[in-house]
T-cell receptor, first 114, second 114 residues
Framework: DQQVKQNSPSLSVQEGRISILNCDYT??????FLWYKKYPAEGPTFLIS?????DKNEDGRFTVFLNKSAKHLSLHIVPSQPGDSAVYFC?????????????FGRGTQLTVWP | EPEVTQTPSHQVTQMGQEVILRCVPI?????FYWYRQILGQKVEFLVS????????KSEIFDDQFSVERPDGSNFTLKIRSTKLEDSAMYFC????????????FGPGTRLLVL
């Protein structure tokens, strides 16, 4: 199942700079996209989402951009903080699914160093 | 902040044994899910549940699996006869007002089948 892809397994960023995490998808039926953050031994924590009718959604330091024509979304974290170090999962919801079955990417390990 | 809880956090069982994984979703949520993540792989959807019925299930969710909401607070996943390949992290999730668009995950149960 390669419907949601996160091609960078890891990203290292200095504290205070911008972190950009990328995600690509293949299924045109996806109409809602989410980012989750996951610390070791914990479940995924919801971070931010975007509907396919928008191209940007912002919440504090986190902004998600959606480019539907390219089937690409990205998460920007500005400024990055050491506490942001975690695995970030991109997930997509199929508009044809009754209750929003989520498809996940493999995740990107973000490390923010001082 | 309300959260999804899961018990046990770890479970070790012998192949062929039955296991029941328990979840307490967020209290006013109506839509419930199970996902699993085999080590090194993506988080995968198993099943969604609403109004005491399965709404959708994946190809992974075969006859060995069942879900139940035995009372007003618990949501359980039963694996009737565990196999080695059932070893994984199992996550429960719940959703409220937006019918599954935004799903909140529990911390997971790590199941090891020997």
């Amino acid at each position: 199942d390669q419907q949601v892809k996160q091609n960078s397994p890891s990203l290292s960023v200095q504290e205070g700079r911008i972190s950009i995490l990328n995600c690509d998808y293949t299924n045109s039926m996806f109409d809602y996209f989410l980012w989750y953050k996951k610390y070791p031994a914990e479940g995924p924590t919801f971070l931010i989402s975007i509907s396919s009718i928008k191209d940007k959604n912002e919440d504090g330091r986190f902004t998600v951009f959606l480019n539907k024509s390219a089937k690409h979304l990205s998460l920007h974290i500005v400024p990055s903080q050491p506490g942001d170090s975690a695995v970030y999962f991109c997930a997509a919801s199929d508009g044809g699914s009754t209750l929003g079955r989520l498809y996940f990417g493999r995740g990107t390990q973000l490390t923010v160093w001082p | 902040e309300p959260e999804v809880t899961q018990t046990p956090s770890h479970q070790v069982t012998q192949m062929g044994q039955e296991v029941i994984l328990r979840c307490v979703p967020i209290s006013n949520h109506l839509y419930f899910y199970w996902y699993r993540q085999i080590l090194g792989q993506k988080v995968e959807f198993l099943v969604s549940f609403y109004n005491n019925e399965i709404s959708e299930k994946s190809e992974i969710f075969d006859d060995q699996f069942s879900v139940e909401r035995p009372d007003g607070s618990n949501f359980t996943l039963k694996i009737r006869s565990t196999k080695l390949e059932d070893s994984a992290m199992y996550f429960c999730a719940s959703s409220g007002y937006d019918r599954g668009k935004t799903q909140y995950f529990g911390p997971g149960t790590r199941l090891l089948v020997l």
